[in-house]
């Protein structure tokens, strides 16, 4: 013990360590009415840690060749010491990372934390969930299965649709005019260097606007829940009397990661073929089309409403404006009262928008 | 006010920016699209009666699920519906009843060369069986056990002999079907049964040629030695039921563990609170 004092002092007089544990852990406070929704942002960054470490892992065996991507994937599950537990993390870790992710920003949007002045916090949210589901639309084209070459080509297909510049997005997304090794190496690049490097920028950004405005107060158990800021000058929300981070709160993120490990764990032993399909287990074959081609999950509303539309355009468009209204909704809801019991009409809004979607992934897994 | 405007405008151009790529990932998956059909399905499979029927059966036939298209047993050009039937592509039509077992001979090369040494197969032009009498000309069935009946037998000669040569065969076909569809379910969930495949078709295909024999006593002693053969089989998949019976338990491990640490921490935070 005597030792790593020892050890703390010599490197707090050096870069004063102490003020910072001091400033941002056991002094950085938090409202005492914070709730467990809170943790969702360190679990998302604990998951987000864990996709980097099984992808850096897989990619020690992955070849992102056509040729050679099916089996080295093939190679992984079956030869590699504990690779089938490697990539079943990464492939559950990312499907759990979209449904922690869409807590998350349920839980900021029920307790109205995206208004003013965390219109940027929302934003940065926003674009992050976009890449997320980027990351795993190109992920998914990796291991060129039948299920990730012809979901791929009918995704990129799709983009066609768009006028005057469609087609020529189709060929650059795929390298070419049809889904072939060009595409794969494509998505590879994007999947392993490019967006990760922008997720990881966003998260920093996000994570900076959450220090520069400070922790909201949940508007449960409040008597004030109107907004007070009045966009008159910067103001750090501050919490005095609240509970500090460190030990406490920490305590609480370590607590809820525990728990999402325990779900994560029982897909991965128990239903381990939950997001797995048979085609997923088939070489891709550009000449022999699988007669039903479902996306993942959390696409299956999207892949719905393109088919309720008589144009692939008009489904495309709607989707558009609904994800623009919903990047855009700090700066559309300006309004100052935060608590959704006293907003009837957003609680409708809202809740009807949630079940819209939930009811359009039934009946597009169904359909 | 202006600063707000800015971060509106900034934000906004921003989205300008990344609006195409959300819209590129928006698009997806939608219902794949059926190949196009040759233009054999495309005639024959609107035309009525007996020039009509063998499309009907053959979407029924194991040919069908394998993609085992008319052309590849007629000949012709599938893609061009004006010169389909011409000679000069290949066309070949239906064969003489003699001519039978070396039409299908084409592709089951094994299987015609057992037909012609049995029973069978020495009766050919005699009144005796062609490949079609059993197994159907478009509706071709899956070769497994079923095919010996006595419906079927009877048509000929008496059952007694072929019920039991179907019984000394009895259970290697249903070991076959277990294993069958135990490495199905296991190649379904991403494990490679390359192996177990290769050595089940051996086995398989070692077992068919017993189909055309008819010689009971050769018929029960090659059954055991192909039993033996599927044993080893089903060794290396009950070792596979086990390391995945271990992975479970491993895994209810970690989630106890993970439900303990959730507590130790739940505890801790109200310790501190």
Redesign the interface.
């Known amino acids: 013990m005597a030792l790593l004092k020892r050890l703390i002092d010599w490197i707090d007089v050096r870069i004063g360590a102490r003020e910072v544990v001091a400033k941002e852990l056991t002094g950085y406070l938090l409202p005492r009415n914070i709730n467990t929704w809170y943790s969702m942002g360190s679990i998302l960054l604990f998951i987000f840690a864990m996709q980097v470490a099984t992808g850096i892992l897989l990619l020690i065996y992955y070849v992102p060749d056509a040729d050679k991507a099916f089996k080295s994937v ?2 992984i ?3 590699v010491p504990f690779g ?1 537990l490697i990539r079943l993390c990464h492939t559950v870790g990312s499907s759990l990372m979209v449904l922690v992710l869409f807590f998350h920003m349920l839980s900021v949007l029920f307790m109205n934390s995206y208004k003013s002045p965390r ?2 916090n929302w ?1 940065t949210g926003f ?1 992050l969930f ?1 890449m997320v ?2 990351i795993s ?1 190109t992920g998914y084209l990796l291991p060129w299965s039948q299920l990730s070459f ?2 791929t080509t ?3 297909n ?2 066609g ?2 006028p005057a510049v469609g087609q020529y ?1 189709v060929e650059f ?1 795929r390298g070419g005019k049809l889904v072939g090794p060009p595409t794969l190496g494509r998505f590879f690049a994007l999947h392993v260097a490019l967006i990760p490097a922008v997720i990881a920028a966003l998260v920093g950004a996000h994570l900076f606007f959450l220090q520069r405005t400070g922790v909201s107060t949940p508007p449960f158990g409040q008597k004030e829940t109107a907004n007070q800021w009045k ?1 008159d000058g910067y103001h750090y929300e501050n919490h005095p009397g609240g ?1 500090p981070f460190f ?3 920490a ?2 993120d ?2 809820s990661i ?2 999402y ?2 779900c994560f ?2 897909v ?3 239903f ?2 939950l997001l ?1 399909t ?1 085609d ?2 088939i070489p891709a074959n550009p000449l ?8 993942e999950w959390y ?1 299956l509303a ?2 719905q409403t ?2 309720l539309f008589p144009s ?1 355009f008009l489904g ?1 468009a709607v ?2 404006v609904a ?2 209204f919903l ?2 909704l700090p ?1 559309i809801d300006r309004g100052p009262e935060r608590h959704p019991l006293k907003r009837p009409l957003f609680m409708v809004c809202a809740l009807g928008g949630l079940l819209l979607w939930i009811g359009l992934g039934v009946w597009g897994h169904y359909s | 006010m202006r600063c ?1 405007e800015t ?2 405008h900034v ?2 151009r ?2 300008a920016l ?18 196009p059909e040759i233009v054999c399905i495309q005639c024959h499979g609107s035309m009525p009666g007996r020039i009509g029927e063998p499309v009907k059966l053959w979407k029924g036939s194991i040919h069908a699920e394998n ?1 085992v298209a008319c052309n590849a047993c007629h000949g012709g050009d599938p893609k061009d519906a004006a010169n389909a039937m011409s000679p000069a592509r290949g066309f070949l039509g239906a064969p003489k009843e003699t001519a039978i077992p070396a039409f299908c001979g084409r592709c089951h090369v094994g299987v015609m060369k057992d037909y012609l040494a049995s029973a069978h197969g020495k009766a050919l032009g005699k009144g005796g069986p062609t490949c079609v009498t059993c197994h159907g000309n478009h509706q071709v069935v899956k070769a497994t056990l079923d095919l010996i009946n006595e419906k079927s037998c009877s048509r000929c000669h008496s059952y007694e002999r072929a019920r039991l040569i179907r019984a000394a065969m009895q259970e290697t076909e249903g070991m076959i079907v277990a294993i069958d569809t135990r490495i199905a379910a296991y ?6 049964t390359e192996g177990l495949e290769k050595g089940l078709f051996a086995v398989r295909n070692r077992f068919h040629t017993l189909f055309h024999n008819v010689d009971v006593e050769m018929v029960k002693k090659e059954s055991a030695g192909i039993q033996g053969y599927l044993k080893k089989i089903r060794d290396q998949l009950t070792a596979l039921d086990n390391s995945h019976k271990k ?2 338990l ?3 491990g ?2 106890t563990a ?2 303990l ?2 507590l130790f ?2 505890l ?2 109200k310790t ?2």
């Open positions: 093939t190679f599950m079956n030869e089938w219109e940027l934003l674009i976009t589901q980027g639309l012809w979901a009918v995704a990129t799709s983009v649709a768009i997005l997304l966009g509970i030990p406490v709160y305590f609480e370590v607590r525990f728990i490990l325990a764990l029982g991965v032993f128990f381990p073929n797995f048979r997923a287990f022999l089309t699988p007669a039903h081609i479902k996306p696409f999207n892949y393109l088919k692939e495309l989707q558009g994800m623009t990047a855009l700066f | 707000r971060v509106i934000t906004g921003v989205f990344v609006s195409p790529l959300i819209v590129a990932l928006l698009t997806l998956p939608a219902a794949a699209a059926e190949p993609g190649k379904g969930e991403g494990t490679d992975r479970k491993a895994g209810a970690g989630i993970m439900l640490l959730a921490a739940h801790l935070r501190y609170d």
